[in-house]
């Protein structure tokens, strides 16, 4: 009878695979990332080295000119690198006993980083672990690897958070407006609710429609060049306006799509440039002449990650991730779970990082799940 021997587990478990940094980059102190690569093995194995790397990478490049003339500019950096080695090369390979291993790592990430930028027609950000673990000429040599997303979120004393917006004027002495949002700042799957008031000083103009577009801007750069493209992410419009009256007052509301496919969030870097601007059109028609005549604004807003002013941007505990889910492409982030302790001490001890002894204590636990194989020792036992 034939025994099969069960691939070894190699894994990238993270406390937290979203990191949050707060304020600008001038403002930000950074963020940690902590976690373990834990390796199980079933039978005794011999490794070269194991090694595991965070790299944090830019990329931008457009087609540029018409016809024959046409270029490609691009453009790819190496934003951040940090490389842990848990088992050195040496002349001689490693035996390692069946037993199931792990290595912490941790790292302070500064906070001029850029945030990452996914879903640009040009270009991206991302940062990536990566973890290989070398064995002897003929085995093959064990791969994982973990995206780690940061975003930025806007530090709750920031001016941003309390001031709306207000553009009021004359336009050529015929009409006052006023549009006013009662902040700049929106999440993804937000509403942005806008007061328009009008009023006409002549009395031959009236409102025909008022049109709102949402519209994304963003700007790669590569070196001295630039390339900005913008697209319309909503479109409001009203055209049912009464012509007895002289002013007008009207609520409109543009719906941010709860996706970063369809909108990012705001980014400002030297390699891509994320804004959204709110544009209003305003159709006057001249009651005598049935002349036709167009009003514009325009307003900067500002959108962040869903949940920037929520509990659930602060990092959880260590205990409540060790079971995250290893890297997959197409694979959504889950929410970390939440967990409920009856006593202020137990949220004390349990926020703290524990240290490589305590942690090492503790290992069987998460690794007691259906997917790690049982140590040697413990299949020896069982039998």
Known sequence: MVHLTPSPLFQIRLENDTLIMNGTRTESVGCVLRGQLV???TEPTKFKEIKLSFQGKSKVGWVDGGGIGQYYINEEKILYQHDWEFLSADKHYHLMKPDNYHWDF???LPGTLPETIEG????????????????????????TQRKVTLVRSLLSGSLEYSQGVIITNNWNNKIDYEFSIDSRVFGLGDKIPIKIKLKSIDDDFKVQEIICVFKE???YTAGSNQKTDSKVIKIANENNFSRDVNSWYHLMEISIPNDPIYCLYDSQNDIICVNHKLKFYVTFINKIH?????LRAVSSIMVTPDSYNSDNMN??????????????????LDPSTCHFVSSL?????MNKLPSYRSVASLIPVPLADSLLPPTYDATINGH
């Open 315 to 332: 990092l959880p505990a260590y205990y409540e991730n060790h079971l995250s889910r290893p890297y997959s492409e197409d694979a959504p």
């Open 39 to 41: 390796l199980a093995i």
């Open 290 to 294: 049935s002349q036709r005549c167009e």
């Open 120 to 143: 640009c027609q040009h270009g991206s950000v991302k940062y990536t672990l990566k973890a290989i673990a070398e064995r002897h000429t003929f085995a093959l040599n064990l791969h």
């Open 217 to 219: 801007y963003t700007t």
């Open 345 to 349: 001490h137990e949220v004390e001890e």
């Open 106 to 108: 941790e790292l302070i």
